[in-house]
């Protein structure tokens, strides 16, 4: 395994964040866990541009999960208002939202969630069957973002063939592969042990350099260390917004 | 557009990838569709036979042959009525057949008188029982369409003269006079010696009441002597047009009702029989037969439905954490939908296929076994038996893909 030429020795350059893409107002979540009422979310107010570098983070329980699922419009808020790309997310339908995450955005998760009989072109393929690309363009465009993040010579194996830091790469490579607006990454490194997990944060490193927006979900501090920006959760309120150099 | 298409042939290759990786379980899940589908077909084939043999015998009859009797063919509520009937006398056909040739443009031909009875026939010691025995004239000929496998009828000098002939069944002369011509040799029906002058083809049997092949044809002169006393004939009349039989039947009843010399305004006393009415009865029977048979073999393919419902559920559950993962990267509810409901419909359809092949060798087997055996197997019969597969796999896959399509992703990427 050979991991993409490394850009750790350069010095860290931030790029200029360009327009927003997330904005988030006052939103709110109520779960009912049977006669009990959770506040996950009581009023997180967020605005996400364009090339920014962002990592959440928080203890158990502070609602870091339930703001991702709400970024990565998986799940709508109880109150409060979502606009993506100026578009209200807040009211759309399943299938509107499903369009959004297929177009829109890039989830990587801590536990790859590759398909295990699928070989990695196959699972890089996925979204592009879900937005309706025809095959010669699905190979040829998922073959190029698996090149891309340094996997180009095991596009025929599956998941099971790969070690772990190549199946979260394939993961990193199918979340990338519709060209969505963030790439929303969920404790990437969790399954991962920590020279691997570093690997993984170089190649988000040069994702970021490349344009890409990138929102790391994470409890771990080493990791947060590589955002540009990092929010902080706590009892379900944003407890702090700093950028850093 | 496209997009479905793509989504449906990923389906359709996740479908084959989850058979393939799942191999007892889908084996095990078909059976259930094959037996269901063999089952089925197999009834199908039956009753088209049952079918294929009540035409082929009310073919028999003749369909261009109407029959006056005392009774109608099929109840009658009032039979007492029908009983007072005065007696169908054998000499009638000689009066219709001279009312036919008063008639210009009849379209009545020819009408010949039928007494019959059953009688036992004996060479030697070899003796076949229960013979439908026909005591007729010359003209008998016809009105059958029958091929001789050797002689022929009796003819109208022999009947006029009184002479003691017979033309055997296929059956009864091979009983009596295995392997060997039976024509110039001597029967005694019921103690009644008779010199055999045809025997007729194999003709099969109707409805599986009687068979034509174990009948013996004499005539009428010498079966009333011996062996009728006051019993009703049959005077079978042949028509000239079959397509008019409806008109035919009015001539022939107004004819009927001439030599009867009934008044006007009288009612019939006789009935006029035509095998349309043997079909008005068996129809009923008929559907009946083949209502409850698809029913009762209905249940089987019911139970495997349920099989490949059951199976569904199990998938679903499985592999929640990849439906929320094809969510995550953008599949729509009926994406989802789709591809479960694939993935159901192709196990139906391995198993139609099957059951198929299956239900072809069996019919084929039983076809070799018992060639007389009325089934047949046809491509409508494919076709039918692949739809009825896909249909259950649409209805029992239903349940299970609409829930999973319904998930909620959040839910589903969660579940381990």
Same mark, same amino acid.
């Given at each position: 395994?050979?991991?993409?030429?490394?850009?750790?020795?350069?010095?860290?350059?931030?790029?200029?964040?360009?327009?927003?893409?997330?904005?988030?107002?006052?939103?709110?979540?109520?779960?009912?866990?049977?006669?009990?009422?959770?506040?996950?979310?009581?009023?997180?107010?967020?605005?996400?541009?364009?090339?920014?570098?962002?990592?959440?983070?928080?203890?158990?329980?502070?609602?870091?999960?339930?703001?991702?699922?709400?970024?990565?419009?998986?799940?709508?808020?109880?109150?409060?208002?979502?606009?993506?790309?100026?578009?209200?997310?807040?009211?759309?339908?399943?299938?509107?939202?499903?369009?959004?995450?297929?177009?829109?955005?890039?989830?990587?998760?801590? #536990?790859?969630?590759?398909?295990?009989?699928?070989?990695? $072109? @196959? *699972? !890089?393929? +996925?979204?592009?069957?879900?937005?309706?690309?025809?095959? #010669?363009?699905?190979?040829?465009?998922?073959?190029?973002? $698996? @090149? *891309? !993040?340094? +996997?180009?010579?095991?596009?025929?194996?599956?998941?099971?063939?790969?070690?772990?830091?190549?199946?979260?790469?394939?993961?990193?490579?199918?979340? +990338?592969?519709?060209?969505?607006?963030?790439?929303?990454?969920?404790?990437?490194?969790?399954?991962?042990?920590?020279?691997?997990?570093?690997?993984?944060?170089?190649?988000?490193?040069?994702?970021?350099?490349?344009g890409n927006t990138i929102i790391v979900v994470t409890h771990e501090e080493d990791i947060a260390r590589h955002a540009r920006r990092i929010v902080r959760l706590r009892d379900g309120l944003i407890e702090s917004d700093v950028s850093q150099a | 557009m496209n997009r479905l298409l793509y989504e449906f042939t990923e389906s359709v290759r996740i479908a084959w990838t989850q058979i393939r990786a799942n191999k007892m379980r889908s084996v095990l899940t078909a059976l259930g569709v094959i037996i269901g589908i063999v089952a089925v077909t197999l009834m199908g084939t039956a009753i088209r036979g049952i079918d294929t043999g009540f035409q082929n015998s009310l073919a028999m009859l003749g369909e261009d042959v109407l029959y006056i009797e005392k009774w109608p063919w099929g109840p009658v509520e009032d039979w007492w009525n029908y009983n007072n009937r005065p007696r169908i006398r054998p000499e009638y056909a000689e009066r219709i057949n001279r009312v036919i040739a008063g008639t210009p443009n009849s379209l009545l031909q020819i009408a010949v008188p039928v007494l019959t009875r059953g009688c036992s026939v004996k060479v030697g010691d070899a003796k076949v029982s229960g013979v439908f025995t026909i005591g007729t004239l010359a003209e008998y000929a016809r009105l059958i369409s029958a091929d001789y496998k050797e002689g022929r009828l009796f003819n109208e000098a022999e009947a006029g003269s009184g002479r003691q002939v017979v033309a055997l069944g296929h059956d009864v002369a091979e009983a009596l006079f295995p392997g060997r011509s039976a024509v110039g040799e001597t029967v005694m029906v019921n103690g009644q010696p008779f010199e055999v002058v045809g025997v007729f083809a194999k003709q099969g049997e109707f409805l599986g009441l009687f068979s034509f092949d174990n009948q013996a044809v004499l005539p009428l002169t010498a079966f009333q002597k011996y062996f009728a006393g006051r019993q009703?004939?049959?005077?079978?009349?042949?028509?000239?047009?079959?397509?008019?039989?409806?008109?035919?039947?009015?001539?022939?009843?107004?004819?009927?009702?001439?030599?009867?010399?009934?008044?006007?305004?009288?009612?019939?006393?006789?009935?006029?029989?035509?095998?349309?009415?043997?079909?008005?009865?068996?129809?009923?029977?008929?559907?009946?037969?083949?209502?409850?048979?698809?029913?009762?073999?209905?249940?089987?393919?019911?139970?495997?439905?349920?099989?490949?419902?059951?199976?569904?559920?199990?998938?679903?559950?499985?592999?929640?954490?990849?439906?929320?993962?094809?969510?995550?990267?953008?599949?729509?509810?009926?994406?989802?939908?789709?591809?479960?409901?694939?993935?159901?419909?192709?196990?139906?359809?391995?198993?139609?296929?099957?059951?198929?092949?299956?239900?072809?060798?069996?019919?084929?087997?039983?076809?070799?076994?018992?060639?007389?055996?009325?089934?047949?197997?046809?491509?409508?019969?494919?076709?039918?038996?692949?739809?009825?597969?896909?249909?259950?796999?649409?209805?029992?896959?239903?349940?299970?893909?609409?829930?999973?399509?319904?998930?909620?992703?959040?839910?589903?990427?969660?579940?381990?």
């Amino acid at each position: 395994m050979s991991p993409a030429p490394s850009t750790s020795a350069a010095p860290r350059a931030t790029r200029a964040p360009g327009a927003t893409v997330i904005e988030i107002d006052g939103v709110t979540k109520l779960y009912k866990m049977g006669a009990e009422t959770v506040h996950a979310l009581r009023g997180v107010s967020l605005n996400v541009r364009r090339n920014e570098y962002l990592a959440i983070m928080g203890p158990s329980g502070s609602g870091k999960s339930t703001l991702m699922n709400m970024l990565g419009c998986l799940d709508t808020p109880t109150s409060g208002r979502y606009f993506f790309g100026g578009k209200n997310v807040s009211t759309m339908t399943d299938d509107e939202l499903a369009d959004i995450r297929n177009r829109e955005i890039g989830f990587v998760f801590q #536990t790859f969630n590759l398909l295990p009989r699928s070989t990695a $072109l @196959a *699972n !890089v393929e +996925l979204p592009l069957v879900y937005a309706g690309l025809g095959s #010669t363009a699905r190979r040829e465009k998922a073959g190029l973002t $698996l @090149a *891309n !993040v340094g +996997l180009g010579d095991r596009m025929g194996h599956k998941p099971n063939e790969l070690s772990g830091g190549q199946r979260q790469r394939v993961a990193i490579a199918r979340a +990338l592969v519709n060209n969505p607006s963030i790439l929303l990454a969920d404790e990437p490194t969790g399954n991962l042990d920590s020279r691997t997990g570093e690997e993984i944060m170089q190649l988000l490193e040069e994702l970021y350099a490349q344009g890409n927006t990138i929102i790391v979900v994470t409890h771990e501090e080493d990791i947060a260390r590589h955002a540009r920006r990092i929010v902080r959760l706590r009892d379900g309120l944003i407890e702090s917004d700093v950028s850093q150099a | 557009m496209n997009r479905l298409l793509y989504e449906f042939t990923e389906s359709v290759r996740i479908a084959w990838t989850q058979i393939r990786a799942n191999k007892m379980r889908s084996v095990l899940t078909a059976l259930g569709v094959i037996i269901g589908i063999v089952a089925v077909t197999l009834m199908g084939t039956a009753i088209r036979g049952i079918d294929t043999g009540f035409q082929n015998s009310l073919a028999m009859l003749g369909e261009d042959v109407l029959y006056i009797e005392k009774w109608p063919w099929g109840p009658v509520e009032d039979w007492w009525n029908y009983n007072n009937r005065p007696r169908i006398r054998p000499e009638y056909a000689e009066r219709i057949n001279r009312v036919i040739a008063g008639t210009p443009n009849s379209l009545l031909q020819i009408a010949v008188p039928v007494l019959t009875r059953g009688c036992s026939v004996k060479v030697g010691d070899a003796k076949v029982s229960g013979v439908f025995t026909i005591g007729t004239l010359a003209e008998y000929a016809r009105l059958i369409s029958a091929d001789y496998k050797e002689g022929r009828l009796f003819n109208e000098a022999e009947a006029g003269s009184g002479r003691q002939v017979v033309a055997l069944g296929h059956d009864v002369a091979e009983a009596l006079f295995p392997g060997r011509s039976a024509v110039g040799e001597t029967v005694m029906v019921n103690g009644q010696p008779f010199e055999v002058v045809g025997v007729f083809a194999k003709q099969g049997e109707f409805l599986g009441l009687f068979s034509f092949d174990n009948q013996a044809v004499l005539p009428l002169t010498a079966f009333q002597k011996y062996f009728a006393g006051r019993q009703d004939a049959s005077i079978r009349v042949k028509v000239t047009d079959k397509l008019r039989l409806a008109e035919a039947r009015e001539e022939l009843t107004g004819a009927m009702r001439r030599v009867r010399g009934q008044l006007p305004g009288e009612r019939d006393n006789f009935s006029v029989n035509e095998q349309a009415a043997f079909k008005a009865q068996l129809d009923p029977v008929k559907q009946g037969i083949a209502m409850a048979g698809l029913f009762i073999t209905g249940l089987s393919l019911f139970v495997g439905a349920i099989g490949i419902m059951n199976i569904t559920f199990v998938s679903v559950k499985e592999r929640t954490k990849e439906i929320g993962t094809r969510k995550a990267l953008g599949a729509r509810r009926r994406t989802i939908l789709l591809q479960f409901l694939i993935e159901a419909v192709s196990i139906c359809l391995i198993g139609g296929v099957v059951g198929l092949l299956l239900t072809y060798g069996l019919v084929a087997g039983v076809g070799a076994v018992f060639p007389s055996f009325p089934i047949v197997f046809s491509f409508s019969l494919v076709f039918v038996g692949l739809a009825v597969s896909v249909a259950t796999g649409i209805v029992s896959g239903f349940a299970p893909a609409w829930g999973a399509a319904r998930l909620d992703p959040v839910v589903a990427l969660r579940y381990e």
